[in-house]
């Protein structure tokens, strides 16, 4: 395991989440996913965010993302406040500051490993070229670089979790963001997978946040904030960071 | 410090640049391809709308085309002078002989002769009757006269009982034998000899036609007071034929017009007042339809299809405004190459049948830029539902597995 250290200057809380509500539906049909939320993320901190399904992770990890807005409540992220952001504002700012991990991968089929792995700096305005060679860099450190050419259909699961952990990292975000990376995965590729993310994408100057079920990475964290029922129930220090104090 | 190995990548390198919109719009190609199923699909559902579109309109025009056929056969003659009331190339109300004269004698008509139009009755040799086009040129001048006379002379039409007959008309009347001149048939019991054969564009009502002298058509048609159908005639060098009608008009109170004009109100007569148009109207906007229909289906199964992934662009920042360019570009795309292999196979079919007498079709460049506009809003519509399901897509729903 490969030890972190945490970025010590000045503020280096990198997500910061007060009384965060949110409601969907109106009336009799309204459901409370998020019920006054507070969570505070380091710079380069893993965070993991656990609980049973519907108790509002996916809810939570949307709003810290900046793809959906909450009810109620304060979000600031890397500095910036994403509650009075324009939507505009916040394409932008997902566009250069957040990396996505998803849990069923969501490459384009028509691309190839590298070419995907390219979307984020494509995106950015990047030359073709520029971009899948930049990709293929990271693909090579991830162990992919004799699998550049090939198309999603011909990766195995995890080939194509590497691909995303790629696509995710490229443009060298600050705020990474795992939806259920391993659910998709045997143990030995979740395994593999969550080594890689603690390994290369936790950085002293980025925030890493993983959503899971599977207990079986949660030696994979510094914190794991434990949801239940639309709330934070509990943070506690992962085994990564045994010992550390919970920043909450 | 980079977490590869080497410097962190500047921010500023992360600036939108100029590529970036056509950057995605590969990657739009790129996931339209993917799919070679559902892109054939969309691609099949504009394609057969282009071609019954193109293809039904050549048709439409090819009919119209052949309504005003006798017009542009008769060649030489500016102006055709007919009674006020004529409507159409068909529509012969006989003017009096002397109506030639007074026409003559207008100011600004260089000469004028008679025209004989109408249709005759003749029994065959073998007994057998056909209906038969008679058109009388001039004794003198014989205009009027076919161009594509390629048996006999046309000086022979001052033998005695001569006639010329289209080709058409000689293969309708006699299928699979071969040319012959000197073959005797009578109208109105008056004996005619075949002795020339022509090209001759193709009528509306299919009926062989015999062109004759202006003298002996009046006597191969059915007895009448008055026979003089057309006066054709020609304005003086230098003047405006469209002045010289009105001074007809004006003299004489007969209707006349330009070879133009009276084309245009043929095709005008044949556009009001009969089925014809409607009916093509009909299949074409069956074709526009059945397109739509199976291009928008597709093209939205396409988009549903790929809504996961659009929606990953979107969390990874994607605008909806480059959303919505790249979803135009995929309709855009099939559009072009549905329309372009639609109207070939349209003109591959006409030309394919141009030997077939019997089928009109003409594709002037209107059909090509209705096809076109068709099409366009063919590919609109499809995409509309699609641009709207994109567009509203929550960029969270990646999230949801």
Redesign the interface.
């Known amino acids: 395991m490969v030890h972190r250290s945490h970025n010590t200057a000045g503020d280096d809380v990198a997500v910061r989440v007060r009384g965060v509500t949110k409601e969907f539906g109106t009336g009799g049909s309204l459901t409370k996913a998020l019920r006054g939320v507070d969570l505070d993320i380091s710079y380069g901190e893993l965070l993991m965010l656990v609980g049973p399904s519907g108790c509002g992770k996916t809810t939570l990890v949307s709003i810290i993302a900046g793809t959906l807005s909450p009810t109620e409540g304060e979000v600031v992220v890397l500095g910036r406040d994403l509650v009075t952001m324009s939507n505009s504002r916040k394409v932008r700012f997902r566009r250069d500051n957040v990396g996505f991990v998803f849990q069923s991968y969501n490459l384009l089929p028509a691309l190839s490993a590298a070419e995907n792995a390219a979307v984020p700096l494509l995106i950015a305005g990047w030359r073709r070229s520029a971009a899948v060679e930049a990709a293929s860099e990271v693909l090579d450190t991830l162990g992919l670089g004799d699998r550049l050419t090939n198309l999603p259909s011909e990766l195995s699961g995890g080939q194509q979790q590497r691909v995303a952990i790629a696509r995710a990292l490229v443009h060298e975000p600050r705020l990474l963001v795992c939806d259920e990376p391993t659910s998709a995965l045997d143990a030995e590729n979740g395994r593999i997978t969550m080594e890689l993310i603690s390994r290369i994408a936790v950085q002293p100057d980025r925030a890493v946040i993983v959503v899971t079920h599977d207990s079986r990475v949660y030696s994979f964290a510094d914190r794991i904030a434990t949801m239940e029922d639309g709330r934070i129930d509990a943070v506690s220090p992962g085994p990564h960071r045994a010992g550390s104090s919970a920043i909450l | 410090?980079?977490?590869?190995?080497g410097e962190?990548?500047p921010?500023a390198?992360?600036?939108?640049?100029?590529?970036?919109e056509i950057?995605?719009l590969?990657?739009a190609w790129?996931?339209l391809?993917?799919?070679r199923v559902k892109y054939m699909g969309i691609i099949f559902g504009v394609l057969f709308a282009a071609l019954l579109i193109a293809q039904q309109s050549s048709i439409f025009c090819g009919l119209m085309f052949l309504t005003v056929s006798q017009i542009r056969d008769v060649e030489g003659p500016g102006i055709w002078v007919m009674d006020r009331n004529v409507e159409f190339i068909d529509d012969i109300k006989p003017l009096a002989d002397t109506d030639l004269f007074r026409v003559k004698g207008v100011p600004g008509v260089d000469w004028a002769v008679p025209f004989y139009k109408g249709l005759a009755r003749a029994r065959m040799e073998q007994g057998d009757y056909h209906q038969m086009i008679l058109l009388g040129l001039d004794d003198a001048t014989l205009i009027g006269a076919p161009g594509g006379l390629f048996q006999g002379a046309l000086a022979d039409l001052r033998k005695p009982d001569a006639v010329i007959m289209d080709d058409a008309g000689y293969k309708q009347i006699w299928p699979g034998e071969p040319y012959q001149l000197g073959r005797v048939f009578e109208m109105n019991d008056r004996r005619a000899v075949l002795v020339g054969i022509t090209k001759a564009s193709r009528t509306f009502q299919t009926f062989p036609i015999i062109y004759t002298l202006y003298g002996r058509a009046v006597l191969y048609a059915p007895p009448e007071r008055k026979v003089l159908s057309f006066v054709l005639a020609n304005p003086q060098p230098g003047l405006d034929p469209q002045a010289v009608c009105r001074e007809i008009g004006a003299v004489t109170g007969l209707q006349a017009l330009t070879r133009e004009q009276f084309m245009r109100k043929t095709i005008t007569y044949f556009l009001r007042k009969t089925g014809i148009p409607v009916n093509f109207a009909i299949t074409v906007f069956l074709g526009f339809l059945v397109g739509t229909a199976i291009a928008g289906q597709t093209f939205y199964l396409f988009t549903v299809e790929n809504i996961?992934?659009f929606?990953?662009?979107?969390?990874?920042?994607?605008?909806?405004w480059?959303i919505l360019a790249m979803v135009l570009m995929q309709a855009l795309q099939v559009g072009v190459i549905g329309y372009g292999l639609g109207v070939g196979l349209a003109a591959l079919f006409g030309w394919s049948t141009r030997g077939l007498t019997k089928l009109a079709f003409f594709m002037p460049w209107q059909v090509l830029a209705i096809t076109a506009v068709a099409v366009f809003l063919i590919v609109l519509l499809a995409s509309l539902l699609s641009i709207r399901r994109v567009l509203v897509v929550?960029?969270?729903i990646?999230?949801?597995?």
């Open positions: 410090m980079g977490w590869h190995g962190p990548r921010r390198a992360l600036e939108r640049r100029p590529a970036g950057v995605m590969w990657i790129k996931m391809t993917g799919n996961r992934q929606g990953a662009l979107k969390a990874m920042g994607t605008s909806n480059t929550d960029p969270a990646v999230f949801r597995g």
